[in-house]
């Protein structure tokens, strides 16, 4: 896609990933309307990517489209390639894209786990190889999700992933200090496949201390304190009502000995 909007010579330049749709579409559109220029990776969904770019520029940034298979590693630093070479100021990548699948360890077949951890761990980490072999300064925010606080192991290899990724968040912040901060956010519910019944909205709600579900505007939110607060790295501020907080663990205070 030729952009007509004018590119700023001093204006910040965001890859975000998956974000032809869903999350990642509402994180590009929200980083455009800030100040950002937008690098737009989507896998295939190549008509909701035109879409999205066309209203990206609508609210006044510059956005092309760039097309990749995360999963396929080896694809990675051709799309660094290609994106500074069309953006040369590049400084931030937001890791979105996502797969997701639930099932548990005994279910998992090594085509899902495969899957699982190479868009939701394996992508990010050479994502992230590649922006810090090509930016001298920049940020890196992965999107990761609230389950980090639980062990469901319904999600077995999903969940295995994205704790991963945490520890990737956490390595990554020591080794590219001081020139790259990376950091990351962890979503609850916020947007639920569109499978889920307004029935099944409800019943997470109740689980959630602040009852409420939470909107992309609060993620946003997230990411921008990140990007605004130069002292601080290697952090992951989980954005969920305060679900998280809720597993007590089994066995905790309510010991009766009179029942033993």
């Not at 489209?65 to 590049?90: H, K, R, S």
């Not at 990007?227 to 007590?248: I, K, S």
């Amino acid at each position: 896609m030729n952009s007509t909007v004018s590119l700023k010579p001093d204006r910040p330049v965001a890859l975000v990933t998956g974000s032809a749709v869903r999350l990642g579409k509402a994180l590009a559109l929200d980083l455009a309307r800030r100040g950002y220029d937008i690098a737009l990776h989507y896998r295939s969904s190549a008509g909701p990517a035109a879409a999205a770019a066309a209203e990206i520029e609508s609210a006044g940034a510059r956005c092309v489209p760039f097309q990749a298979d995360l999963a396929d590693a080896a694809a990675i630093p051709g799309l660094l390639a290609d994106v500074v070479n069309t953006f040369p100021g590049l400084s931030l990548l937001v890791n979105s894209a996502s797969a997701y699948a639930q099932a548990t360890i005994a279910d998992t077949t090594p085509a899902l786990f495969d899957e699982q951890f190479a868009v939701n761990l394996r992508a990010p980490f050479f994502l992230t190889q590649a922006f810090a072999a090509r930016v001298d300064q920049g940020h890196v925010v992965n999107i990761i999700d609230n389950k980090i606080g639980f062990n469901q192991f319904e999600y077995a290899a999903y969940l295995l992933a994205k704790k991963g990724l945490v520890e990737l968040t956490r390595m990554a912040a020591l080794e590219f200090a001081p020139r790259i901060r990376v950091n990351g956010v962890a979503p609850g519910v916020v947007l639920p496949a569109s499978s889920r019944s307004d029935e099944y909205i409800q019943w997470r709600i109740q689980g959630i201390p602040l009852r409420m579900q939470g909107e992309t505007a609060h993620i946003s939110a997230a990411i921008h304190a990140l990007l605004d607060n130069p002292f601080m790295t290697g952090q992951v501020l989980v954005v969920d009502g305060g679900e998280a907080l809720t597993g007590v663990g089994q066995n905790a205070a309510q010991f009766d000995q009179d029942k033993v």
